[in-house]
């Protein structure tokens, strides 16, 4: 049987790849020990992030090669712009934290470096490139949350982040998670080759540490 | 009052635009005149047209500015994914054309200029000069079956062509094609300047020599 | 011995890789029978051409992923603005076309569906799909001159095209071509694999028929 | 007498444009007091932002409407590759710094910020927009080193940084500075207008921003 893409990334990127999805950001927060003001700035960066979020699939929209494919990079707009950022404008409004208030936030340096490379490898490389970028944001949740719920460690009662671990370790999300891991096998069959590991093993990895970056970005603020 | 933009692009494109808005397929069609065969080549090609025309809005969604852009630009990949190629193959089905027989169909040289002269203006310029090179059709087409449902010489009664005249002259459509003119004017308001205009009429000329192209693409199967 | 990625694409484009080395234009060329309407017309819509095929690699330059792929671009982007252009200019000249002219000309249809063709793939694919749509036209125009300076059919003498096929088929142009062929191998070493083969020959195929359409575009003018 | 737009946007920058160019990174370097750990890390840095630097110019290629604009852009790919990488990586060597160690040197998070937001900007956008996100830079360094330079606090003698400053502020440089500040108002007048200024100006602000971020960087290794 043939090792999934996701899993061969991950095991590549070594050491980073835990650097990410075992951050101090995500143990804390999993303990309900995360300073408020490190949640907060997270939920107003990631709020600005996830308009780039759409912009990535709008771009996969126009690389697309058959309809198929059309469909589902559409399908994830529309998730984002119909149903993520509602979600996530009405999880803030009960932190407090108003639209108006976020969009008027100037985006971190952690927010511009991992947004902006994402778009930069989609462009310049092709669209297998750019879900490899998008891996360790649309797959990694999944494993993030999923990983700390099953773990003792976790707390689950009176801890005021729940509702963030409980969203991407629900059954949703994670079937979204999976679809993406598996979309990743197909394209690689379609447009990879062993040849071009070496190159998504390093897109795959900048990515990563940039999204540590994104975590870090948000303890900073504590 | 400041003439809309679309207007002013119509002007500057002289005989060119008549020429594409009353080229002999459109009259015929009207009069129901147009060869069956020249109408199912039309029809087979504007299929794999509206493929490249959500690749473009999809392209506009990755331009856009703000959420409003992107939810704009996301509505006109949805009516093109869920509603128009929809409509499109049910229609076809009418004239004996199935998805499988149009997808196999090779590219017409006319389908390949105009589509990808689209996008090459929307990737090397800016969202106006997408939206500009994309204006003859968009807003184009509600014109042109405006102006022929207005024509007492067209055929009303026993025109196979009735219905396609009767989608573009309709009230939904017509609102859409306001609608993008209208956003042309905002776009010009907040990217554009009279510097600009005789670039944006050239990109606009040529997109009307190549809808007029298509059309005649369409004759030359009969 | 790995047969190389141009062998097997022409063998792929089957019977329209010799419908476009073959075309009757290259044949009357060759035996100087060509109307010089056709090869004027040629003249002037190969220096539009030319513009759109330095943009081509200045795509590449920005799609490189080392500074060695990026001095390869940047040398032909170099090749094709000061020396191409200006060899073409001084040599259109003996003809008796203007620079001027030329730029003022409109593009053929075959031009625009060729060039925007080529920039689509090369923007919506990776940097492989750029090369291998432009393969048809910098190794191919090699094959061409080649084959007909080999043929007994050939007019040596008094044909007022060889300067053309002597250009083309020089050392100089020869070796241009055999590395970009090289570089073919190299690139699908480093980012192709079999699952991309078909997708790549398509786009061959798709580059041939169009280079086709625009050898018929000059004799269309005769 | 128009006002340069280079002006008005480090009029409209405000507090951010001071920040940069006098930014301690700089008044330390003109001092002679910047720890050497500070400029090495900035000189390898330096070193991995010129290679998206060419990508930059290489885009603008294919974003070029004219072979007037075309050649410009050329030129300046063609300055970074073949000269100001190989000063460089020249006098990164008398620093101690190989071509090999700077390039296996993982970018930091500054400098994926600012390359990858120019290249953004400048693929989202159109060839103005890409200009203005490189101003910065390429207009910004004349300037800072030509207030260095004129300011008496400046050390002469024994600064190890002096041939830095020297680079810049030299004629050389600051006629291509100065040629770029025009560029931008010839694309202003053909591609602006006021209503683009607000968006023009944000981008400016952010990419001075994100290069403060990239002195801020250096400084941080000390």
Redo the contacts between chains.
Sequence with gaps: MVTPLFERLTAAAGAAWHAYTRHDFVLLLARGDLPEAAFRRYLVQDYLFL?HF????????????S?AE??R??SL??AT?DVE?GLHIEYCRGWGLSEAAM?AE??A??T??YT??V??RG????RL?LEVALAPCVVGYAEIAAERIADPGTRRNGNPYRDWLDMYAGDEYQGLARHAARALDDE?????????FP?LAAIFA?AT??EA?FWQMGLDAA
């Design positions: 308009l759409a912009r990535a699939w709008g771009l996969a929209i126009y690389k697309s090669e309809l059309m469909r990079a559409h707009v529309t712009l950022i969009a100037p985006e340096l952690a511009v470096a902006r490379f778009l930069d462009v310049a490389g092709d490139d690689f069959a379609r447009r990879g080759g062993e040849g071009r190159e900048n540490r940039l970056a």
